[in-house]
């Protein structure tokens, strides 16, 4: 979780296993049906983030958000 320095750890594992999949957030965003400024704005802290759409984050880099918190120690 070095990347991400978030005082929210549930955004900070999110942003973590986002920049580990080496994945652009442009082709995230395409699996998730949002569009690119808004996944953008997710993973820069500009706007919040849900648990509900960690979970499909999570999820469309195949991992949990539960086992992303495990992973992190939180």
Do not use: W, Y
Not at 19 to 31: G, L, Q, V
């Amino acid at each position: 979780m070095n990347d991400a320095l978030h005082p929210d750890p549930g955004t900070a594992v999110v942003i973590d296993a986002v920049n580990r999949s080496h994945r652009s957030h442009a082709s995230i965003a395409r699996s998730l049906g949002i569009s690119d400024s808004t996944m953008h704005r997710k993973m820069t802290c500009k706007s919040p983030m849900t648990v509900a759409e960690a979970d499909r984050i999570c999820r469309t880099l195949r991992t949990t958000f539960s086992a992303e918190l495990r992973r992190a120690q939180v």
